[in-house]
């Protein structure tokens, strides 16, 4: 019988962001009641919809999903301004529900097995009901903090396609971790082309969250499902891992923690030997994942263009720069969860409380501490796409309600600004992949060293594999840097996976024998207030702090993401 803990943590999460989402939507309704900004093009075209007037607006570039189901819910919502956002204040709360489910989902598929469990408890692992109580208010907690993601949340109350677009892409993501096999039957993959389909009714770069991302895991689980568990105790060179994939389908594959950037080439390898060793297999797992990749460039080949309307504005085009602006966005949202070895040193030094409070933040760890040769060639390579790739759209420089036009305003009077940036860009990816590390833990260590089973508290963490990084920055590059545009929105959905793949602080390395209680992870009550600073801020700003251009007097400007 699930605890009190168990039953309401995440009605409380869900009662939390219901109560937020409303009011910032209610706030929006009486201050902005027109449409503002893209509502321009957006509400128009939805009340064309809703009068069965199919004509398209050129100007809208995107797919018409939003219209589609503002369409099926007139009857319920309506069609003027403020019932037309309301679909997105309710999207929100539905994000924030299907993040926990998502990570109620990854948190059974790293779980020991039924055997393992029932030798943990023999061993008296730590499998206490406070504990099972305490993963699932971290998830409750980790779900409401996604939904409060701000350049995600802002957009909650007013008519943009971002809040339904992420809220599909995750559908399809919940779609495939709840598939009763990794290749999955056909009911299941037909759901995961339908919801698939859906999502790409909503924004074309999606195609990238919703096939490249899911096949790529699903190749990976696959390979690893049908060949040998690796041997860690054998000395693994270049020779050894082609040798060992190839004959037996061996992938190389190892926790962000114990990574070396070898061992990334090392997966690479080994992933390519496995697959072209068992080249059924990988077909028989990516099939639904080719259809929705068939289906897309059936649509581009009829469209003329991967966009609708006006297609001069939005043409595809190379811009490396986006795989660097990723890394500060990331870093800034996220900062409780990142900045923990920022603080490990500072640790020895503090007071006894500023101590404790720091170990909460994960600042007592050993960090891994990035190679020189790492960090010569990332910067060297940043350096080189500053140089010869930036690029500042027209768009970027001509609206100054966006906060990126104040960044490449600077960016522009300052041009030796945009190098010296460039550590900055390595540094905050540091630290972005250290978050997907667990927390050392010497005799986990020891254990996983030896070749053992994670115990239940090790799954508990969802220790995140190198192959998550790697396929999860491949796909991020591909649905980013086609776009000349620089987005905050842009970089929503790989802010979002990255989260959901964050670990918590385990109880094993907190501070249980001082209290006498499973302790919490502390980092998430900071995130959450710093998210809650940052909308406060943003939000305020928005309503209540306009201006007006000369051009356009009486018109009140509002900034936005």
């Known amino acids: 019988m699930p605890s009190l803990l168990q039953a309401w943590a995440m009605p409380a999460a869900l009662l939390a962001i219901v109560n937020i989402s409303a009011t910032w939507y209610q706030l929006v309704s009486h201050e902005v009641p027109e449409p503002y900004l893209d509502e321009y093009f957006h509400v128009p075209q939805a009340q064309k919809y809703c009068r069965l007037d199919y004509s398209w607006d050129p100007k809208i570039t995107t797919p018409p999903g939003l219209y589609i189901i503002t369409k099926f819910l007139k009857p319920l919502l309506g069609c003027d301004t403020s019932s037309l956002r309301v679909l997105n204040a309710g ?95 056909i009911f299941e993959n037909m759901n995961v082309i339908s919801i698939g389909i859906i999502a790409l009714l909503f924004r074309q770069t999606n195609i990238f969250w919703v096939a490249v991302f899911p096949a790529g895991l699903a190749i990976i689980d696959a390979l690893k499902a049908n060949g040998p568990p690796r041997d860690k105790s054998r000395a693994e060179g270049v020779t050894t891992v082609f040798q060992s994939s190839w004959r037996e389908g061996v992938v190389y594959d190892c926790s962000v923690q114990d990574a ?49 309307g006006d297609k001069s504005a939005h043409t595809a085009t190379i811009h490396l720069p986006q795989m660097l602006y990723v890394w500060p966005y990331i870093a800034f949202f996220s900062a409780p969860l990142v900045v923990g070895p920022l603080l490990g040193p500072l640790v020895p030094h503090l007071p006894k409380r500023l101590q404790l409070l720091c170990s909460s933040l994960n600042a007592s760890r050993e960090a891994v501490l990035p190679g020189v040769l790492v960090a010569v060639l990332f910067i060297v390579g940043s350096l080189i796409a500053i140089h010869f790739n930036t690029i500042i759209h027209p768009y970027t420089l001509a609206d100054n309600r966006h906060y990126v036009f104040y960044v490449f305003r600077i960016f522009r009077q300052r041009p030796v600004l945009r190098y010296l940036a460039a550590p900055i860009y390595f540094f905050c990816a540091w630290l972005t992949v250290q978050a997907l590390g667990p927390p050392s833990n010497r005799k986990a260590d020891t254990t996983r060293k030896r070749g053992g089973r994670p115990t239940t508290d090790e799954a508990d963490r969802q220790p995140c594999q190198i192959s998550f990084i790697v396929i999860w920055l491949a796909t991020t590059a591909l649905s980013v840097i086609t776009a000349p545009l620089v987005e905050p929105r842009y970089f929503i959905i790989p802010w979002i996976i990255w989260r959901l793949h964050v670990p918590y602080v385990p109880a094993s390395l907190s501070k249980e024998s001082v209290t006498g209680r499973v302790p919490y992870d502390m980092r998430l009550s900071l995130e959450t207030v710093w998210l809650l600073a940052i909308n406060a801020a943003v939000c305020y700003t928005f309503l209540y702090r306009g201006f007006t251009w000369p051009s356009e007097p009486g018109n009140t400007q509002r900034f936005i993401w």
């Open 91 to 185: 999207a929100i709360c539905l994000i924030c529900i299907l993040c926990y489910g998502i990570l109620q989902l990854s948190r059974a598929r790293n779980s020991p097995t039924q055997s393992q469990r029932k030798k943990n408890d023999d061993e008296k692992t730590d499998n206490r009901p406070e504990n099972q109580d305490s993963t699932i208010l971290l998830d409750a907690h980790s779900a409401l903090n996604i939904a409060l993601f701000p350049p995600l949340f802002f957009f909650s109350a007013l008519y943009y396609t971002d809040v339904l677009s992420t809220l599909f892409v995750l559908l399809n993501y919940s779609a495939y971790m709840k598939k009763s096999t990794i290749a999955g039957n």
């Open 260 to 308: 070396e950037p070898r061992d990334y080439i090392l997966l690479l390898l080994s992933v390519v030997m496995a697959a072209l060793r068992k080249p059924l297999l990988v077909i028989q797992v990516v099939i639904p994942y080719a259809a929705l990749l068939a289906a897309f460039g059936g649509f581009v080949l009829w469209n003329g263009s991967v966009v609708l």
